[in-house]
């Protein structure tokens, strides 16, 4: 990995690291190695996921809004960051040669209460904004009658009618997970990191990670979504795996991005 840096502020500690392209394989390596290290912590967030999507599909079902199913699977990409905080503080924890309990991993948004829920208010925003964008696409498509569950994807996805509604939704839908990968690719760690830090340099960090290393992160954008699809495929059972190491991985990209001036 270059040890080049570009600062974040002109005036400011926070820097930014040049990264190789291969960098992002070795964050698996590590993140898989800190589930190894907590698993008790990393799985059960893993399952607690898992159950959170069950909870979200039942409910979809139970209010008739079928065909929003998809749209907030995609929106898991969105919020996903935010979901993580636990497993980036187990890492944390890990480096500096500490144990970590579940209960510790599940407080660990107490390091910096306020910015990082701020953040996570934001992330969830912006994925209630990217659904309801969904709705009004798939009933401008299909009309205020959508297909019932049984017809939903073959009218989706193997109607030849449905291609332009896939594509723009698929262009739209990327575009908010871009932006959210953009602003929060560092963000909530740096936040957890560095208590001292707000929203508003986080948020300039990640954007500034994103520019520096356009094509390692741009490659660890695309890991993300087919880990994270990984799981979501599988009926949600594959984010027991995927979503510590996901997280984990998040964390060593992290500290491998960011670097501080700590004279």
């Known amino acids: 990995m270059a040890e080049e840096v570009v600062p974040v502020f002109a005036q400011q500690s926070i820097k930014v690291r040049k990264l190789e392209l291969d960098q992002p394989w070795t964050w698996l390596r590590k993140g898989w190695q800190d589930c190894l290290k907590t698993p008790s912590v990393s799985f ?16 979809l ?6 065909y929003l199913v998809l749209p907030f699977v995609a929106g898991f990409l969105i919020v ?10 187990a890492s944390r924890r890990g480096e500096a040669g500490e144990a970590t309990t579940l209960g510790q991993a599940l407080a660990a948004f107490k390091r910096n209460t306020s910015q990082i829920a701020l953040m996570g208010m934001a992330l969830l925003l912006l994925m209630i904004f990217w659904a309801r964008m969904a709705a009004i696409l798939f009933f401008l498509y299909f009309g205020m009658e959508p297909p019932d569950f049984a017809n ?8 030849a009618s449905s291609w332009p509604f896939l594509v723009i939704g698929s262009a739209i839908g990327g575009g908010f997970a871009f932006f959210a990968f ?10 957890l990191d560095r208590p001292e830090t707000n929203i ?64």
Do not use: C, K
Not at 44 to 57: D, E, H, K, R
Not at 183 to 191: A, E, F, K, T
């Open 152 to 159: 939903l994807f073959v009218s989706t996805f193997l109607s």
């Open 80 to 89: 996903g960051p935010i979901l993580a905080v636990g497993l980036y503080e």
């Open 182 to 191: 953009a602003i929060s690719v560092v963000s909530i760690p740096l936040l």
């Open 44 to 59: 059960t967030y893993g399952v607690l996921a898992a159950i959170t999507g069950y909870v979200i599909t039942w409910g």
């Open 61 to 66: 079902f139970t209010f008739d809004m079928v």
């Open 200 to 263: 508003i340099e986080a948020i300039a960090t990640s954007v500034r990670a994103v520019q520096a290393n356009f094509l390692p992160l741009l490659l660890w954008g695309g890991l993300i979504v087919v880990f994270t699809l990984a799981g979501l495929v599988t009926l949600y059972l594959g984010l027991i795996v995927t979503l510590p190491l996901i997280g984990h991985a998040t964390w060593h990209a992290y500290r491998d991005i960011v670097a501080h001036d700590e004279s």
